[in-house]
């Protein structure tokens, strides 16, 4: 079997191409090109943290408010004005900026319902990050109350406010469970040909496509599945040799051709185990 690209002429086995499919568009993919598949917090949950921001918020300006009175109500007006102006800064925007920095992405609510605010690129978010959204927050969380937060998270693909859209952030849940894929299994039919074909090392965005269409290949539709499984052995095809043999069907190939990567990966880290025994006695 030779692959073809989808809409076009029949391509040699061997020749060079590239791969971007199979990543979902929820997947961030790091500088080292792994796939990271962080789940966006719910719109529940979003809300949830929000309100306890929200009264959190409100409870220590109230605090600061009181403080700022009784220190400064029978000094001098311009004084207790700079201190009411001073408590609603620290309250609403330096504290809460503060702790986002320090925490690397965490205010009290997202400590309580296990949230992590992160970059668009899945990184951990900085001061910038921090201080645009706790100043867009003053406006939309603290006086509006939170409404034009949840009106914009409720139309957002990732459940982002305002905040989160100008600073190129979102929130992640850090507690979920994570299920590993069963291993996908060697074709039999073609269990010969990958014993003794020379697999070179696959770049990551590739063996990343493959792996993760494989694993997802269910939940594609039937001619989507036929192209993409077209694609990606056209794809693999200048780091395997021999091609495979006349007739088999893409997906077995690409199946293939992982389950003996994973099999060779075993046998390789087994010995190095033993070779670590050998010289540790």
Request: charged share 20%; with cysteine.
């Amino acid at each position: 079997m030779y692959p073809q690209q989808v809409g076009g002429p029949p391509v040699a086995w061997g020749q060079g191409a590239s791969a971007t499919v199979g990543v979902g568009r929820d997947d961030q993919v790091s500088g080292e090109a792994v796939a990271l598949d962080l789940p966006a917090a719910s719109f529940g949950l979003r809300v949830v943290s929000g309100l306890i921001d929200l009264v959190l918020g409100y409870l220590l300006l109230i605090f600061l408010l009181y403080l700022s009175y009784k220190l400064a109500h029978n000094v001098d007006a311009a004084l207790l004005g700079a201190c009411v102006t001073l408590s609603s800064v620290l309250a609403l925007a330096a504290l809460p900026t503060t702790l986002e920095t320090t925490t690397r992405g965490k205010t009290v609510g997202h400590w309580v319902l296990g949230l992590r605010t992160v970059r668009e690129d899945a990184g951990p978010i900085r001061f910038r990050h921090a201080l645009t959204r706790a100043m867009i927050g003053v406006v939309e969380i603290y006086t509006f109350f939170g409404v034009p937060a949840m009106i914009c998270a409720a139309i957002n693909r990732r459940n982002k406010r305002v905040g989160d859209l100008v600073a190129g952030t979102y929130v992640i849940r850090e507690r979920f469970t994570l299920t590993l894929p069963e291993p996908v299994p060697m074709p039999p039919h073609l269990a010969s040909w990958t014993a003794t074909a020379d697999i070179a090392p696959l770049p990551a965005p590739v063996a990343i496509s493959v792996r993760q269409f494989l694993i997802r290949r269910d939940g594609y539709t039937p001619p989507a599945r036929a192209a993409l499984a077209q694609r990606l052995t056209f794809a693999i095809a200048p780091y395997v040799a021999p091609a495979p043999p006349a007739g088999a069907p893409a997906e077995d190939i690409l199946a293939a051709v992982m389950a003996q990567r994973r099999a060779r990966d075993g046998e390789r880290l087994a010995r190095d185990e033993r070779l670590r025994e050998r010289l540790l006695r």
